[in-house]
């Protein structure tokens, strides 16, 4: 049975397509067969990210116009095994796609992949429609900042109305530092407000932009790095293992902060 | 600890205009005996009138929130009224409906192209006379409050609900949120959102909540925000109308000092 994940925020730049980028990889190299689907028509960046970018040929609107093959237009990662991207097109506007032919062309890779994600543009317009449309479960990625965290509730307010019931949190760009001088919400802030289960805290890291820019993703990096780690648990955690959560805190929590944190109290 | 040291004197802003906030514009489930009445707002209310998708979200988000109080198998009565659905809405609403193990079996409505649609789909239909649906606006004086609402549901960022009567939440009133409500609103979780009690301009309504970090409080034709310094520690509040705007006060020490001495 596969799966069709959407993967949503509402506000734009909190690191959805990073998120869906990875996150793809990690499955895979879990041994899963996985699409990853780019939604953003117009826009599309998805491609990048994977390092996939030259290797593009037809895109979603092609199938769906009937100009090729839906298998002609995934394009297969050579880096690892049982990954394939279906590319949006840059040339139109959301407008190109409706949600049924949405349903219709992920139904079709259900066939195939066990796992499917689909990277939602940013907004709550056509193309969050047309994202949704086929999903069955969605990640919803927000940073701890008061303007994504109230996008990310209009998001799942909007998602719970469609019959998604399957929504998880995943925390992004979270600083410990930050938060343990009490200048950054903390995980429970924003869980409290949203009141959905977390799968997964990523810290705050420069290796992810480097990563981005060479459209190389951090989970097949040599040397693992903490925001990488903390993507592959969520994609083990999708799986249904229990794995517990990274002490992010743990670095900061020196004698230091301790007192000031009680003088503070 | 006299009650007067707790009240927090809220910052009243400008009292809103008289005119009565119109509560009818949602769609309303009602149970009338066996049956459940499913109300849809008429249509040609005002021009920012509730589109086809804000309908279906709404009503989703009602059979979500009340699906504890829904008995399986009941038999639901549309009220569609001059709304016009075809058979694919029509659909909808019966899926809808379904999964919360409810099922539709009549249609009213004053319009012919939804009648030969219901009737179409195989629905009981009967057709009113328009007038009918002008007697249902809300023109009429509207004095007796509706049963209350009672919600389980986080009132999310972007949802408003209305309701011509008391709204009772189980969970918490987010802020970008709002509820507006003709009678009392409850709020057991925390009220951070808007809240409009006394909507059509009963100044005895009364908001109370678990903890009350709202973003605006509004009861009849009077405003108020929160003090910007937010309290060390929250206890259950309520929020009352005096002659200088809006107060709150300690539950446990609002009922000795109203309750008693009103009665």
């Known amino acids: 049975m596969s799966r069709i994940i959407v993967v949503t925020s509402g506000k734009g730049g909190v690191g959805k397509t990073t998120v869906t980028a990875n996150l793809g990889m990690a499955i895979a190299r879990l041994g899963r067969q996985v699409a990853l689907v780019d939604a953003d028509f117009g826009l599309r960046n998805l491609d990048l990210l994977l390092g996939l970018e030259n290797r593009v040929v037809y895109t979603a609107v092609d199938v769906l116009a009937g100009e090729c093959r839906l298998e002609q237009a995934l394009v297969k990662d050579k880096r690892q095994e049982g990954v394939v991207l279906l590319p949006a097109a840059q040339s139109r506007t959301k407008e190109a796609v409706n949600p049924d032919q949405m349903k219709k062309l992920l139904g079709a890779l259900t066939q195939k992949y066990e796992y499917i994600l689909v990277d939602c543009p940013a907004g709550i317009e056509m193309g969050f429609q047309n994202a949704i449309a086929a999903a069955k479960e969605a990640l919803v990625v927000t940073t701890p900042e008061i303007a994504a965290v109230r996008d990310a509730d209009r998001v799942v307010g909007l998602l719970e109305a469609k019959g998604i019931k399957r929504i998880h949190l995943i925390v992004n760009r979270l600083k410990p530092a930050m938060v343990q001088a009490e200048q950054m919400m903390s995980v429970q802030d924003v869980q409290e407000l949203l009141a959905i289960p977390l799968i997964g805290v990523i810290p705050d890291d420069e290796r992810v932009i480097v990563s981005s820019n060479r459209g190389e993703p951090l989970v097949l990096a040599e040397n693992v790095s903490l925001p990488g780690i903390a993507i592959s648990n969520i994609a083990r955690r999708l799986e249904g293992e229990q794995i517990p959560f990274l002490d992010l805190m743990a670095e900061h929590d020196n004698l230091l902060n301790r007192i000031r944190r009680l003088f503070r109290n | ?263």
């Not at chain 2, 009240?7 to 906030?21: F, G, N, W, Y």
């Not at chain 2, 195989?122 to 609402?149: C, I, K, R, T």
């Not at chain 2, 009077?222 to 107060?247: L, M």
Request: net charge negative; hydrophobic share 40%.
């Open chain 2, 1 to 263: 600890m006299t009650s007067d040291s707790d009240q927090q004197s809220l910052v009243s802003t400008v009292s809103l205009s008289d005119s009565a906030v119109d509560c009818h514009s949602q769609v309303r489930l009602k149970s009338e005996g066996e049956r459940l009445l499913l109300i849809l707002p008429p249509e040609a209310e005002m021009p920012g009138a509730a589109s086809w998708s804000d309908l279906w979200e709404q009503l989703k988000h009602r059979l979500n929130a009340g699906e504890r109080f829904i008995t399986a198998n009941s038999t639901v009565h549309l009220m569609a009224q001059d709304r016009l659905l075809d058979g694919q809405k029509l659909q909808a609403i019966a899926d809808a409906l379904n999964e919360v193990e409810l099922k539709l079996v009549r249609v009213y409505t004053s319009r012919r192209q939804t009648a030969v649609a219901a009737a179409t789909a195989g629905y009981s239909v009967e057709q009113q006379p328009p007038a009918y649906s002008l007697n249902q606006s809300p023109v009429e004086p509207a004095q007796s409050l509706a049963e209350p609402l009672y919600l389980q549901i986080t009132v999310r960022s972007g949802v408003e609900i209305r309701h011509p009567g008391t709204i009772v939440i189980l969970g918490d009133l987010n802020p970008g949120g709002s509820v507006v409500a003709q009678g009392d609103i409850f709020v057991w979780g925390r009220l951070r959102g808007v809240a409009h009690a006394g909507a059509n301009g009963n100044r005895n309504c009364r908001i109370m909540a678990l903890q009350m970090e709202p973003t605006q409080l509004r009861i009849a034709d009077a405003v108020a925000r929160a003090p910007e310094t937010p309290p060390a520690q929250f206890y259950p509040e309520v929020a009352y109308v005096t002659p200088d705007g809006i107060r709150i006060a300690r539950a446990a020490d609002f009922s000795k000092t109203n309750f008693l001495l009103n009665s």
